[in-house]
Structure formats: structure tokens, C-alpha cells
């Protein structure tokens, strides 16, 4: 039978392309750090929304609005040599506030204060697979919260990046405080580090132990939410990756 794939590029031809590709991250990887000068790590704050409110699809992507894929400017800024061959050896976009939770305010340099989308460079430092997944499990967990509270409990997330100063993207950290209106002296905070490894576990399966933390933090029992207990198709939608892309 005749073979419908094309020409398999020769070496040259592939490094040609990587080349090209690396060239046109750095370019976007300067761009980006003009617009970050002064930023620094400055929070982020998010007024939890219900999910139906969070536009789909999301756009654009994090590779777009930070030049390139999380892989690609890890080449760029020296993390990596080479693409990895497996995702979990590779890097992932963070997001501070997740794009599920909501859009963004009192963010420097927004022009006029206005939430805006969560889906900027600002809102985005690079992670490792482990550390996103661990993420995941929060901002998931937190999501569901907020729609099984309804309008009984609102919650604002303020996310702070720990940004290293040396490129727009790197740091050890993400810390979260969130507060809510039927407690307004208590606080959920944890720090998320970027460089949680294979060792520590893959924790995407503990978004239970994570509610809890975030209610026993809160200061709030199921009790304070109407639908707990109810899963909305809408909420159990949001348990894809609202961080990744590699």
C-alpha cells in the first residue's frame, strides 16, 4: 500500500527549525520583559465568579501570551538544553489565579482597575508538572466551594508570585490567601512551591484534603454551603487543567 505521510525532514532541517523557533521566543521573551519592567511580584486578586461566567474557549492560551511554550522559554531563559521527551520532565504555565476562577483586578498597569482576564503574562510564572497538578488540586477544589456556597459566601483570592528578577517568569513561589464574607478575619493561605518534583508525589488526587484545608482555614464547615455535596456538571467540567500547556 502506498504511503501517505510526507518527506521525513532531515537533521538540518529540524535544527533549522529549532533554531528559527528559539530565535522567535527570545524575541517574544524580550518583548514580554519590557512590559514586565517594574512589575516584579506584584498580587493578583480574583473575586470568585460561578462558573457559568467564565468565558469558554479559553483564549488566548498561555503560550501565546507569554511567547511560547513553557518547554520552549525554559530554553530560552536557560532551564532546559532540550525539549524533554516525557511532560513530566518538562515545564508547565502556572497561572497565579486560574483562569477557572475568574478575571483578574488591582493588577499594575491595568489602565483603568477594571477586572481583566486572567489569561496575561503577569499571571503566569513557569512550574514543574508536579507542582501545576498539586495546584490543580486547590484551584479545583476552591471552585467547586465557591459554586457550592453560591451567593450565601463570596470568595477573593489574592495570589502573589515570588518572581526571582531575573526574567519575567521564574520564581519559587505562588502564595494564596483567601478570604470570604462570612468570616472576614479568616484566611485559607498556602504557598504553592514551582519545583515540586516526582518525590513529593503526584498529589492531583487530593482535591478532598484540599477543600477541607481550605474550609478549616476559611473558618466555614459544609454547612455554610448550600449545594456541598451536590456535584454541578458545570464545577466537575472545571477539573481539567486550568494551568497546563506544554
Known amino acids: 500500500s502506498s504511503s501517505t505521510k510526507g518527506p521525513i525532514p532531515s537533521s538540518e532541517e529540524t535544527a533549522n527549525r529549532q533554531t528559527s523557533r528559539q530565535r522567535d521566543v527570545a524575541a517574544a521573551l524580550a518583548s514580554v520583559s519590557t512590559t514586565f519592567a517594574g512589575f516584579g511580584s ?8 460561578p462558573y457559568d461566567e467564565i468565558p469558554q474557549p479559553r483564549q488566548p492560551d498561555q503560550s501565546e501570551v507569554a511567547g511560547g511554550s513553557p518547554n520552549d522559554v525554559a530554553i530560552a531563559i536557560g532551564l ?12 508547565e504555565w502556572l497561572h497565579c489565579s486560574a483562569y477557572e476562577l475568574g478575571k483578574i483586578r488591582d493588577v499594575k498597569g491595568s489602565a483603568d482597575g477594571k477586572p481583566e482576564s486572567p489569561q496575561q503574562a503577569r499571571n503566569l510564572i513557569l512550574g514543574s508538572w508536579y507542582s501545576n497538578q498539586l495546584m490543580i488540586s486547590y484551584e479545583n477544589a476552591l471552585r467547586k466551594l465557591a459554586d457550592d456556597c453560591g451567593k450565601e459566601v463570596a470568595f477573593t483570592l489574592t495570589a502573589t508570585p515570588t518572581r526571582d528578577g531575573t526574567n519575567p517568569f521564574t520564581g519559587p513561589s505562588i502564595k494564596w ?5 462570612q468570616n472576614g478575619d479568616r484566611q485559607f493561605e498556602k504557598t504553592f512551591r514551582t519545583d515540586v518534583g516526582a518525590a513529593e508525589g503526584h498529589k492531583r488526587e487530593k482535591e478532598a484534603v484540599a477543600r477541607k484545608e481550605i474550609l478549616l482555614g476559611s473558618g466555614l464547615t459544609d454547612k455554610d454551603c448550600p449545594k456541598s455535596g451536590a456535584s454541578s456538571a ?3 467540567s472545571s477539573s ?6 506544554s
Open 177 to 181: 490567601s483567601v478570604a470570604n464574607s
Open 234 to 236: 458545570s464545577s466537575s
Open 240 to 245: 481539567s487543567s486550568s494551568l497546563s500547556a
Open 80 to 91: 532546559l538544553t532540550k525539549r524533554p521527551t516525557k511532560r513530566r520532565s518538562g515545564y
Open 42 to 49: 506584584d498580587p493578583v486578586m480574583t473575586d470568585i465568579v
